[in-house]
């Protein structure tokens, strides 16, 4: 079969696609024929050896896939050959075929397309935990989305405003804010280059954010913070802006407020009944139409190089996805 092989830390570059020995289903697990794969920021960073898992020398990138059970293991219940799946892996998404633990399967729908379904385990998976499990977020309640354009912004937008809040969209530029209106953003602050604790309050008649969304860090956290709602939750998703932020614990208390952490793919291997539940009713929104997923472009395996250097560059403005 073939697959793309990472065989040195050095990026896209190091990246070739080559013929390899097909994979063997172990007890409690299924072969997936893989039709996508969502690529993500972390591949380019998995394959400089970067990332926070740094597998052998060669393996294939692609944390999330999309394709159909070719055969199942011993002790396999649930799943069946011919059906359509999805699932997180780690890595090793960039081939035709891989073996996965059954339990991490989740049947998608018929009429969700696999090119749709391979990119919305990352970042709508994150939001989902983000927003629901972490952050509590209620209808009616006013959320804060930091790094509103990027992947993870957008669809935190999308999530937020699916759970019924209005949602104030954080970016560094109006070409970007015009993204996270598409996205489905109530308003606009523009930062840097404004008073942050300012505009939110100026915002909410005065009260503040009931969840914040961070995607960035650096100097936009703690302003944030301050403005935060009696009782709101600040939740902590990323570090786009490079610096990690100090933020003086008594903040929190004067407000009642609450800071957590978004560790997404912890809490998928923790809490993978959660996590099925989050994509099912992600699934279900997209089926519904209610939710529709952005794709940037889609590439055969053969140029996986290309779809990598898109993200590196950060010139994606939707999901970038490669087809087996």
Not at 4 to 25: D, M, N, W
Not at 185 to 201: N, Q, Y
Not at 220 to 228: D, F, K, N, S, T
Request: proline residues 5%; negative net charge; charged residues 20%.
């Amino acid at each position: 079969m073939k697959a793309a092989l990472c065989k040195s830390l050095e990026g896209a570059k190091g990246l070739v696609v080559e013929t390899i020995a097909e994979p063997l289903a172990g007890p409690g697990q299924a072969i997936v024929r893989v039709a996508a794969v969502g690529l993500n920021f972390a591949d380019t960073l998995i394959t400089r050896g970067k990332y926070q898992f740094k597998p052998e020398l060669p393996f294939s990138p692609g944390a999330e896939i999309a394709g159909t059970v070719e055969s199942i293991g011993e002790g396999v219940s649930g799943v069946e050959p011919g059906q359509a799946v999805m699932a997180y892996v780690n890595w090793g998404g960039a081939a035709e075929k891989i073996a996965v633990d059954a339990e991490k399967l989740i049947p998608i729908p018929a009429d969700v397309p696999m090119e749709v379904a391979a990119g919305l385990t990352v970042t709508y998976g994150t939001a989902m935990h983000g927003l629901a499990d972490r952050g509590s977020l209620k209808a009616g309640e006013t959320l804060v989305v930091t790094g509103a354009a990027g992947g993870a912004g957008q669809a935190a937008v999308e999530i937020g405003k699916l759970m019924g809040a209005r949602v104030i969209a954080v970016v560094s530029s109006e070409e970007k804010g015009a993204v996270a209106k598409a996205a489905g953003a109530d308003e606009l602050i523009l930062f840097p280059g404004c008073d942050l604790k300012a505009e939110v309050r100026a915002r909410t008649n005065g009260d503040g954010a009931d969840v914040v969304y961070d995607c960035i860090g650096g100097e936009a956290a703690e302003p944030l913070v301050r403005a935060l709602n009696w009782e709101g939750r600040f939740l902590v998703v990323g570090f786009a802006a490079g610096e990690i932020p100090k933020i003086s614990i008594n903040l929190l208390l004067l407000r009642g407020a609450e800071m957590a952490g978004v560790f997404w793919g912890e809490a998928v291997r923790r809490d993978p009944a959660g996590h099925r539940r989050n994509m099912l009713q992600v699934l279900a929104w997209v089926r519904e139409g209610r939710l529709q997923p952005r794709t940037h472009d889609v590439y055969p395996l053969e140029r996986i190089v290309d779809a990598l250097g898109v993200l590196e560059r950060r010139e994606a403005t939707g999901k970038v996805v490669l087809t087996i």
